[in-house]
């Protein structure tokens, strides 16, 4: 019954734009830690920006800061995460998660996460 559903990837050029979707359903996405990772071909998985749902912490990946964002819409429960200036390095699949209870720092680390989307794929070449 927990379901994520990513949409918006697709392929664009260096210094371009996407916005990424994540829907919600089965559970209050508001009520739970959740974020955006991604995985590059022979690469481990990384957080991208992930928001902690005690205290509304974000956390943004020093190689997204200032051209990322994250949001969410309560209302829709959904979350978004809105990329700039995208870099060819940007290239992967992107994945929505979400975790009802996340131990320290593990919020904005994939092993602290519960449930998984199956991910979007970006990719950034001219």
């Known amino acids: 019954q927990v379901q994520l559903v990513e949409s918006g990837g697709g392929l664009v050029q260096p210094g371009g734009f996407l916005r990424l979707s994540c829907v919600a359903s089965?559970?209050?996405?508001?009520?739970?830690?959740i974020g955006w990772f991604r995985q590059a071909p022979g690469k481990d998985r990384e957080a991208v920006s992930c928001?902690?749902?005690?205290?509304?912490?974000?956390y943004y990946a020093d190689s997204v800061k200032d051209r990322f964002l994250i949001s969410k819409d309560n209302a829709k429960n959904t979350l978004y995460l809105q990329m700039d200036r995208l870099k060819p390095e940007d290239t992967a699949v992107y994945y929505c998660a979400a975790a009802e209870q996340s131990i320290g720092s593990s919020w904005y680390h994939d092993y602290g996460m519960e449930y998984w989307g199956k991910g979007t794929l970006v990719t950034v070449s001219s």
């Open positions: 089965g559970f209050t996405l508001n009520w739970y830690n």
């Open positions: 928001i902690k749902s005690s205290d509304g912490r974000i």
